[in-house]
C-alpha cells in the first residue's frame, strides 16, 4: 500500500488544519488506518485511529479537537485538526494497518505541521 499525505503547514495556534492521505489500492478492506506523528527528538506516536467499522481512537492529548474520517470510495483517510496548539508540531504519517491481527506497517512520506505561538 502506498501512502500520500498532504496538507501539511504553517498555522497559529488556534488554527485549523485538514490532512488528506490517498491511497494507491482500495482501503474498504483495510483493517485500520491511521495518523501518527513524530515531534523532532521524540518516537513516533500515534494520533488516531478508525477502522472498517468506522470505530475512532484517540490520543487523550487531541481528543475533542481532532476528528479522523476515512472514505472508502475515495481510498481516503482524514485528520481535522481544530484548536491547533505548539505542541502539535510535528511531522504527521498516515498509516495503514492491513488484518485485524496486523499492525501499522505501510507508512507515508509524512507532511509536516508547524503550530507557531
Known amino acids: 500500500v502506498q501512502l500520500v499525505e498532504s496538507g501539511g503547514g504553517l498555522v497559529q495556534a488556534g488554527g485549523s488544519l485538514r490532512l488528506s492521505c490517498a491511497a494507491s489500492?482500495?482501503?474498504?478492506?483495510?483493517?485500520?488506518m491511521g495518523w501518527y506523528r513524530q515531534a523532532p527528538g521524540k518516537q513516533r506516536d500515534p494520533v488516531a485511529t478508525?477502522?472498517?467499522?468506522?470505530?475512532?481512537n484517540y490520543a487523550d492529548s487531541v481528543k475533542g479537537r481532532f476528528t479522523i474520517s476515512r472514505d472508502n470510495a475515495k481510498n481516503a483517510v482524514y485528520l481535522q485538526m481544530n484548536s491547533l496548539k505548539p505542541e502539535d508540531t510535528a511531522v504527521y504519517y498516515c498509516?495503514?494497518?492491513?488484518?485485524?491481527?496486523?499492525?501499522?506497517?505501510?507508512w507515508g512520506q509524512g507532511t509536516q505541521v508547524t503550530v507557531s505561538s
Open positions: 498509516a495503514a494497518r492491513i488484518r485485524v491481527f496486523g499492525s501499522y506497517d505501510s
Open positions: 489500492v482500495s482501503i474498504g478492506n483495510i483493517y485500520g
Open positions: 478508525i477502522t472498517t467499522s468506522m470505530s475512532t
